[in-house]
C-alpha cells in the first residue's frame, strides 16, 4: 500500500532537549546545522554525500533512532544492543511523520551488521519463510540477502555506509532494490561516500562536509570529481602520496 506522505516529510530540531553547543557532535557543521535548521526528505531516496569524519553517518544513526529503529540495526520489533555508542543528537530532534504512513522501517549499517546477524539467530525467524545462516555467508552475499528480504514494503529505510560490503556489481543491485522499494512507495536516507549510489536516478543529494550540509547534484560532487581524475590517471595522486 502505498502512502499518502512518506514516512518522514522533515526532521526537525527539539527545542526542549537542545544539545550544549561547543560540544560533540554539535562540533560537526553538518550536524549543527541540521540541530539549528532541520532537514527537509524528500519522498524517494535521499544521499547524504561526504568523506569519513563529516557527519553523515551520525545523522543517519540519529534519524533512525528518533523513528524508532535500534542504533545497531534492524527493524522496529528489534531492540538488541551489544555496546551503546550511538551519539545523543536522536534526543535533540524530532520527526514530522507523514500523514497516513506506516511506522515499518529498517536500519542497516555495515559495522553493526554482524551483531544483528547473531540477534536474528537467537530470537528464530518466521517458520514459513525462515531467514539463511547470515554468518555463514560472505559479508556482501549476506548484505544483498537482508537488502533483498527485508527491503520489501513501503516504510523507512535508513542505510549507514552499504557499499562497505559491496563490490561493484553488488552496488548496482542495491541500486536495484532501491529503485524497486521507492516504486512501490518507500523512503530511504542513506549515508555514503561510494561515487556510484548517489547517482540513482530521481534520488536527493546532500553532499557534506566543512560548509555543513548542501543539495546538490551527482556530476558536481567533490567525490566524483576526484574518482574521475583518480581513474583517468592514478599516478598524479601515487606520486603525491608513495614519494
Known amino acids: ?29 553538518a550536524v549543527e546545522q541540521v540541530h539549528h535548521d532541520g532537514l527537509d526528505l524528500g519522498p524517494g531516496v535521499t544521499f547524504l554525500v ?30 538488541h544492543t551489544s555496546r551503546a555508542t550511538e551519539s545523543p543528537l536522536h534526543k535533540a530532534i524530532r520527526l514530522q511523520r507523514g500523514i497516513g504512513s506506516g511506522h515499518w522501517g529498517f536500519f542497516l549499517r555495515a559495522e553493526t551488521m554482524h551483531g544483528w546477524y547473531t540477534y536474528v539467530e537467537q530470537i528464530g525467524s518466521n517458520p514459513r519463510n525462515p531467514d539463511p545462516r547470515f554468518h555463514e555467508m560472505s559479508h556482501g552475499e549476506s548484505f544483498l540477502t ?7 514494503s513501503p516504510g523507512f529505510y535508513c542505510l549507514d555506509e552499504p557499499e562497505a560490503a559491496l563490490s561493484f556489481a553488488s552496488t548496482l543491485r542495491l541500486m536495484r532494490v532501491l529503485a524497486d522499494l521507492v516504486a512501490d ?21 546532500f553532499e557534506v562536509g566543512p560548509w ?23 599516478q598524479r595522486y601515487l606520486r603525491h602520496l608513495l614519494d
Open 1 to 29: 500500500m502505498r502512502f499518502s506522505q512518506p514516512p518522514v516529510v522533515r526532521v526537525l530540531p527539539e527545542p526542549s532537549t537542545p544539545l550544549p553547543a561547543h560540544e560533540w557532535p554539535r562540533t560537526i557543521p
Open 50 to 79: 561526504g568523506e569519513n569524519g563529516s557527519g553523515k553517518s551520525t545523522l543517519v544513526e540519529a534519524v533512525a533512532v528518533a523513528y524508532g529503529l535500534s542504533p545497531e540495526g534492524g527493524s522496529p520489533h528489534g531492540q
Open 146 to 152: 537482508v537488502l533483498e528480504r527485508r527491503f520489501d
Open 185 to 205: 512507495g518507500g523512503q530511504v536516507l542513506c549515508a555514503t561516500h561510494s561515487p556510484v549510489l548517489p547517482a540513482l536516478p530521481g534520488a536527493t543529494i
Open 212 to 234: 555543513g550540509l548542501r543539495r546538490t547534484q551527482w556530476a558536481y560532487l567533490e567525490l566524483v570529481a576526484h574518482w574521475r581524475a583518480y581513474l583517468d590517471s592514478p
